[in-house]
């Protein structure tokens, strides 16, 4: 097996920016791929300044930006895999629990402000 055909297999992101419109990703292979922006409710109400607060985990193969909780991987990328936006507020306050034994609920991301707030 050739090392490209190696590299193809296993996509990476190299350096990823968010503009206005778009989601771009450099993979280490040499790609520019993108995807728009609407695909993330969380980046798309997010500040400039959050959507450039990001880091690379599992050595390239996601993106975090830890001030909106958003996690993308390079294969929700690469196959068009938009982020559902969860239908009322307090659906996003139960994706953000889970129950514990004996009924406790406990955060599991950090919790984010009112939509109203600094908007």
């Given at each position: 097996?050739?090392?490209?055909?190696?590299?193809?297999?296993?996509?990476?992101?190299?350096?990823?920016?968010?503009?206005?419109?778009?989601?771009?990703?450099?993979?280490?292979?040499?790609?520019?791929?993108?995807?728009?922006?609407?695909?993330s409710w969380?980046?798309?109400?997010?500040?400039?300044?959050?959507?450039?607060?990001?880091?690379?985990?599992?050595?390239?193969?996601?993106?975090?930006?830890?001030?909106?909780?958003?996690?993308?991987?390079?294969?929700?990328?690469?196959?068009?895999?938009?982020?559902?936006?969860?239908?009322?507020?307090?659906?996003?306050?139960?994706?953000?629990?889970?129950?514990?034994?004996?009924?406790?609920?406990?955060?599991?991301?950090?919790?984010?402000?009112?939509?109203?707030?600094?908007?």
């Amino acid at each position: 097996m050739s090392t490209v055909a190696s590299v193809g297999n296993d996509p990476r992101i190299q350096k990823v920016r968010v503009t206005k419109d778009q989601i771009v990703a450099d993979l280490v292979d040499g790609r520019v791929i993108s995807v728009p922006l609407a695909w993330s409710w969380r980046l798309s109400e997010a500040t400039p300044a959050q959507r450039a607060n990001f880091r690379l985990i599992g050595t390239g193969h996601g993106v975090h930006w830890p001030d909106v909780d958003e996690d993308i991987s390079v294969d929700g990328l690469l196959h068009g895999t938009p982020a559902r936006r969860p239908r009322s507020r307090a659906a996003i306050v139960k994706v953000r629990t889970q129950r514990l034994p004996g009924g406790v609920l406990q955060r599991t991301g950090k919790q984010r402000p009112p939509l109203s707030a600094g908007r």
